[in-house]
Nanobody
Framework: QVQLVESGGGLVQPGGSLRLSCAAS????????MGWYRQAPGKERELVAS???????SYLDSVKGRFTISKENAAYTVHLQMNSLKPEDTAVYYC???????????????WGQGTQVTVSS
């Protein structure tokens, strides 16, 4: 059974920074995709940043230059460094990993429980 546990959310003033982390535990054979999504009240969940196995990254246009995604392969952990935060970044942030638990099994998506990020003065 794979579990994803997130940490690092909270309340921060505009212009401030937060670092989110998401650690996977359980039996993991390989991780193909790690991503951070967010969902604000009344809005669709959107992909904020992602990183794939070879280290290539992708970002939502509105966070480019402010957010940085990184991973620790040995620790099955993905981070999201968020700088110059704006009120419109307020949302629940979720991590997702696409992984396999065994070489014989297909890939599957696993989600974290979500962590609240609030940007307000």
């Amino acid at each position: 059974q794979v579990q994803l546990v997130e940490s690092g959310g909270g309340l921060v003033q505009p212009g401030g920074s937060l670092r989110l982390s998401c650690a996977a535990s359980g039996t993991i054979f390989s991780i193909n995709f790690m991503g951070w999504y967010r969902q604000a009240p009344g809005k669709e969940r959107e992909l904020v940043a992602s990183i794939i196995r070879d280290g290539s990254t992708s970002y939502l246009d509105s966070v480019k230059g402010r957010f940085t995604i990184s991973k620790e392969n040995a620790a099955y952990t993905v981070h999201l460094q968020m700088n110059s935060l704006k009120p419109e970044d307020t949302a629940v942030y979720y991590c997702k990993m696409e992984l396999t638990t065994d070489w014989r099994r297909p890939r599957a998506d696993y989600w974290g429980q979500g962590t609240q990020v609030t940007v307000s003065s």
